[in-house]
């Protein structure tokens, strides 16, 4: 299990760098509600709430690699629509099993689209709540296009394009609360994609306990 979370933390350190030049126009917006600020409602100042409608409802998920809590809920819990009630809700949520550095999922749109926006949403009383992901999209047309690349591969090498790298930890202070992460274009569009990929990464390894409560992942069509 050590051995894992170190794996998965070097991939991350590595490709933070390439991002940097590789998407100078995606915009990450983070907004945070603390523990004693969020509600159900999951309303943040600038980032939509999460919708039931969007175009990942639909979506085919598949996990790629890693192992899922069975403390937790299942794929459909990221498109599903429905919310956690309150801070620590863990059949609401979407987790990577203890102790282990996260994991690797793909979404299937079904057809390409245009994609407007991406937007995640994350809800724990402490270091399960920021979200430090990685996500790569891809219309599926390279003739190397591998759907489901294992941890240790690197996407790009495969059909994939790297869209961004999220890190919503307070550099310091509580990261306890609600997380919501909206991706944008300046263009307006982040592409037009059908399958989108997602490394989910721990928030710490100072215990066993630091996979990220996910409560759900909207895809929003440009109009
Ligand atoms: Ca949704
Ligand atoms: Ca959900």
Redo the contacts with the bound molecule.
């Keep these: 299990m050590k051995r894992k979370i170190s794996l998965w933390g070097f991939a991350f350190a590595v490709l933070s760098v390439l991002t940097l030049t590789a998407n100078a126009q995606i915009k990450i917006t983070a907004e945070h509600n603390t523990v004693a600020t969020a509600t159900k409602a999951f309303n943040f100042k600038t980032v939509p709430p999460?919708?039931?409608d969007?175009a990942?409802?639909k979506a085919k998920l598949q996990l790629v690699d890693g192992d899922l809590d069975p403390n937790g809920a299942d794929l459909n819990a990221l498109?599903?629509?429905v919310l956690p009630d309150d801070e620590d809700e863990p059949a609401k949520n979407l987790f990577f099993n203890a102790g282990t550095g996260g994991g690797r999922f793909s979404m299937d749109l079904g057809s390409t689209i245009e994609i407007a926006r991406v937007n995640t949403y994350s809800w724990h009383p402490n270091t399960r709540g920021p979200q430090v992901y990685k996500l790569w999209a891809s219309d599926g047309t390279d003739p190397k296009f591998n759907s489901a690349p294992k941890g240790d591969s690197d996407p790009t090498t495969c059909g994939w394009k790297l869209i961004a790298v999220v890190d919503t930890r307070a550099k310091q202070g509580d990261d306890g609360g609600q997380h919501g992460v909206s991706l944008t274009d300046a263009s307006g569009s982040l592409g037009k994609y059908r399958y989108l990929l997602f490394d989910f990464y721990v928030t710490e390894t100072g215990d066993d306990f630091g996979n990220t409560f996910y409560s759900?992942?909207?895809v929003v069509a440009k109009k």
Excluded: L, S
């Design positions: 999460p919708a039931r969007d990942a409802a498109t599903d629509g759900e992942i909207d």
